[in-house]
């Protein structure tokens, strides 16, 4: 039996879509790439806001309009999180898996395949220990599970290796904590063997995620202290860390960083806004000043930091005070990286009902505007590597004139979101593989570079 898989959503969803492949394989399930050849279509959603729901649904209708025949299966946050509304609206779907219990996901399956019942009245059999039909409940210490060597769906040489799972900050806009639960870690030895495992298997670059890994803590001990355990890992590879909430912004880190260039001076830290008072309605703790004081401390004890952001526009109550606070510091901050959003109204966060809700041709206004003036900072920002030797990590060779040129990210660019290194060489690349070169110009937010 095959599945097709299509993925939506963040790293922490493709680490679990990694994990059902893994007890999928284990239930003689097969992955194939074409939709075609499948028995059975997984849609790994996401359940984050409003635009990203949507564009899951439609996976699911989509396929099965192409596919009135074959079995369809939504996991991930969305189904999660909506289980119960979805098990009556959404015929499309055979079976709703929820995303904490994933070494069910054999047990689903098979269950789904060897009936012929139709959809509702199998999701209505289906326990799996939840209350609605066809779904699984968040479940302490769940969805942390390591079923051993998975199957990576990076870019060649990196590894998304997820720490933690789910929050306790409850931001007020966020949804998080409704679809992942509150804050669960894995044990340092459990991180730092995984880590040991993926050196064997040649990968370069581990990219360590959680909703905020500024809250790790196992047995008594935090983040400062996983990374001095994986220090004494050897070996030529890179670790950079994705997201850290600014309010409790683990400055111990910086240390390790400092003697031990494997720990990349990357950080995306998501400020969401600068005001004051928005960042207290957002039950955050910080303002202007004290993020800037992070941004400068974190530049003046590491001078090649590169740091990205997200900003959270049109959230309720945003005046033309508030705005003109973010844009101030926005232009103060310099940020290399920045990724602007508009507040999504989501059920049952604690911002659903404020007032003082922003029209959204506003916010869109104001997240235009944030993008436009991020434009030439993320520019200038990255014109100071022009002329300097990077190390880079080769992604994939690129159909190129003359030379060859391949894709690859150097410490400066996490995956997927930033911009590229374009490399231009006369030699074969190994993708996957460290190289080292000179950049000689920037193109867009791509810095070229010839190894
Ligand atoms: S820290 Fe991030 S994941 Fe946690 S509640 Fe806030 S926004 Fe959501």
């Avoid at 564009?55 to 299966?73: D, H, T």
């Avoid at 298997?201 to 803590?217: A, H, M, P, Y």
């Avoid at 009902?353 to 030439?376: C, D, F, H, Y």
């Amino acid at each position: 039996m095959r599945y097709y898989i299509d993925l939506f959503g963040c790293a922490k969803n493709q680490v679990d879509a990694e994990t059902m492949m893994v007890f999928l394989g284990n239930t003689g399930w097969e992955k194939t790439e074409e939709a075609d050849d499948a028995d059975l279509i997984i849609v790994n959603s996401c359940g984050f806001i409003e635009s990203a729901k949507r564009e899951s649904i439609n996976a699911v209708l989509g396929w099965r309009r192409f596919y009135p025949q074959k079995k369809i299966l939504l996991a991930g946050c969305l189904a999660q999180r909506y289980a119960a509304e979805l098990s009556q609206s959404l015929p499309e779907a055979d079976l709703l898996f929820g995303n904490t219990d994933l070494e069910k996901i054999g047990e689903a399956v098979s269950r789904l395949m060897h009936t012929e019942e139709n959809a509702a009245s199998l999701r209505s059999g289906f326990s799996g220990g939840g209350s609605s039909p066809g779904f699984v409940p968040p479940v302490e210490g769940s969805g942390l599970c390591r079923p051993g060597k998975r199957p990576l769906l990076s870019f060649p040489g990196s590894a998304y290796v997820k720490i933690s799972e789910g929050c306790n900050n409850r931001c007020s806009f966020c949804a998080i904590p409704l679809i992942r639960g509150s804050l669960k870690c894995r044990s340092i030895p459990d991180i730092t063997g995984e880590c040991r495992e993926l050196l064997d298997r040649d990968i370069k670059e581990f990219c360590l995620i959680g909703q905020d890994l500024g809250s790790f803590t196992a047995a008594g001990a935090g983040l400062p202290a996983l990374l001095e355990k994986l220090s004494d890992l050897p070996g030529d590879f890179w670790v950079r860390l994705l997201y850290i909430h600014p309010d409790h912004f683990p400055v111990k880190i910086l240390d390790l960083m400092e003697r031990d260039p494997r720990f990349l001076p990357y950080f995306d830290i998501p400020f969401q806004h600068a005001s004051a008072g928005i960042l207290q309605s957002m039950n955050r703790r910080g303002n202007a000043d004290a993020y800037l004081e992070l941004v400068d401390s974190i530049r003046t004890r590491l001078p090649a930091a590169v740091i990205r952001s997200t900003f959270l526009l049109g959230f309720p109550g945003e005046s033309e005070k508030d705005f003109e606070t973010l844009l101030r510091f926005q232009e103060k901050a310099e940020l290399d990286w920045l990724g602007c959003f508009t507040w999504s109204r989501e059920e049952d966060t604690p911002a659903f009902s404020m007032k003082g809700r922003v029209a959204k041709k506003l916010a869109l206004e104001r997240k235009r505007i944030t993008g436009e003036r991020q434009i030439p900072i993320t520019e200038k920002r990255m014109d100071r590597f022009v002329g300097q030797e990077l190390t880079v990590l080769v992604e994939e060779a690129l159909e190129g004139g003359g030379e060859d040129l391949y894709l690859g990210r150097s410490y400066a660019q996490a995956p997927e979101v930033d911009g590229a290194m374009v490399i231009s060489t006369g030699k074969t690349l190994r993708n996957g593989s460290f190289v080292r070169g000179r950049v000689y110009s920037r193109a867009g937010f791509d810095l070229e570079i010839r190894v």
